[in-house]
């Protein structure tokens, strides 16, 4: 008897793609209404909404592929791997926007955070040493680093109650 298992990583493959090109139009969106300086929760907020019915389309498609079988260890290797591919295309898009499309924008963003920071009432010192700890996140490397390791943290978070509310296993029925 043949097993015709479908595969975790075409589903993570596809759907990570999927969500990759959904960034990308989230950032150009974002980009062409000049909100991409300021994030802050609502962009947070759409983003996490985004990633979640990528992850549960991805889930879904699954386990109707697999026969209505699905294990949690199955779903969070789909969630997780489709999270780390979407956040390796966004990455690689936001160092162009960032360095290419509008090599500008940190230092539109440093100037954004420093009236924030004036209107909130902090003095010139404390704005000063914020400034200089910011200047030390801005190097590509190591935003690339925190976004990768946001996108896994979150696509394990976002992962795992669906998976765990969709998994069925053979054995139990």
Request: hydrophobic share 50%; charged share 15%; glycine share 10%.
């Amino acid at each position: 008897m043949e097993n015709n298992q479908p595969k975790t990583s075409k589903y993570a493959l596809n759907y990570g793609m999927l969500l990759g090109l959904i960034s990308i139009v989230f950032f150009l969106i974002l980009y062409f209404m000049d909100l991409h300086y300021q994030g802050g929760i609502p962009v947070l907020v759409v983003s996490l909404v985004i990633q979640l019915g990528v992850i549960l389309a991805a889930l879904r498609a699954f386990k109707t592929a697999n026969g209505g079988y699905m294990s949690l260890a199955e779903g969070l290797k789909i969630g997780v791997g489709l999270c780390l591919i979407g956040g390796i295309i966004g990455i690689i898009f936001s160092q162009i926007l960032a360095n290419v499309i509008d090599p500008d924008m940190m230092q539109k963003q440093l100037e954004i955070a420093r009236a924030d920071m004036a209107d909130r009432g902090l003095n010139q010192e404390q704005i000063e040493a914020q400034m200089e700890m910011a200047k030390k996140f801005q190097k590509p490397w190591i935003q690339a680093a925190f976004a990768l390791i946001g996108s896994l943290f979150f696509g394990f978070i976002l992962t795992l109650i669906p998976a765990l509310v969709m998994k069925k296993s053979e054995s139990e029925y």
